[in-house]
């Protein structure tokens, strides 16, 4: 299956003030092409060409480090330009908010768990929400890694490479993971995720 760069969902200019139309055209059209593009480049004559996103990278992690990384962020950054939203933020729908109140000690602490999970990630990676047997959990990963390859869904993921946030932020990063929480995050889709990895 050909990698290929999705539109984004909403306008370059729509998640400002929390993350600039610059930063969306340089992480949209010319981070998240070049895994699509590398990618595609790196995926003929692997052998896995007819399986899905999802199988690729499963299958690539571990074995071929060059075509995991780009299948990796490929995969990561189609749910990231859909985890955002204009005017994000906000109430979690009650099913999803009721297992993080069970499993992660309410939103407070999962919110507060979150930005420290990307505060912590040494160098370039992502912070998670994830399902793993049953239960919700944060987790945090390098580089293009996600959780698909320790045996979770991923629920939501917030980018922690400096490409997304310095343009913004410089060197803030927690000001970053606030401002993702709390005002970009499009709980709906979460929800959607939630339910289908039940």
């Known amino acids: 299956m050909a990698f290929q760069l999705p539109e ?4 370059y200019d729509a998640l400002q003030p929390y993350m600039s139309k610059e930063t969306l055209e340089f992480h949209h059209d010319k981070h998240h092409n070049a895994y699509v ?17 999802e199988e690729i990278v ?15 962020q490929h995969f990561n950054h189609l749910h990231f330009w859909n985890w955002m939203k204009p005017n994000g933020g906000g109430a979690i729908p009650g099913a999803l908010e009721a297992k993080i109140t069970e499993d992660l000690g309410g939103v407070d602490k999962f919110k507060e768990d979150f ?6 990630q040494f160098g370039s990676g992502w912070a998670w929400l994830a399902l793993k047997d049953g239960k919700l959990a944060v987790m945090k990963t390098p580089n293009g890694e996600n959780p698909l390859v320790h045996g979770a869904t991923p629920l939501l993921g917030v980018d922690v490479w400096e490409h997304s946030y310095y343009i913004d932020y410089r060197n803030r990063r927690p000001d970053y993971l606030k401002a993702f929480i709390e005002n970009l995050v499009n709980w709906e889709y979460v929800e959607k995720l939630f339910s289908e990895a039940k």
Not at 8 to 11: D, S
Not at 115 to 120: F, L, N, Q, T
């Open 8 to 11: 984004l969902p909403y306008a």
């Open 37 to 53: 593009e590398t990618g595609n480049k790196l995926l003929a004559g692997s052998g896995l060409e007819g399986k899905s996103l």
């Open 58 to 72: 499963k299958e690539s992690y571990g074995k071929n480090a060059p075509l995991f990384n780009n299948a990796g």
């Open 115 to 120: 930005i420290e999970a990307g505060k912590g």
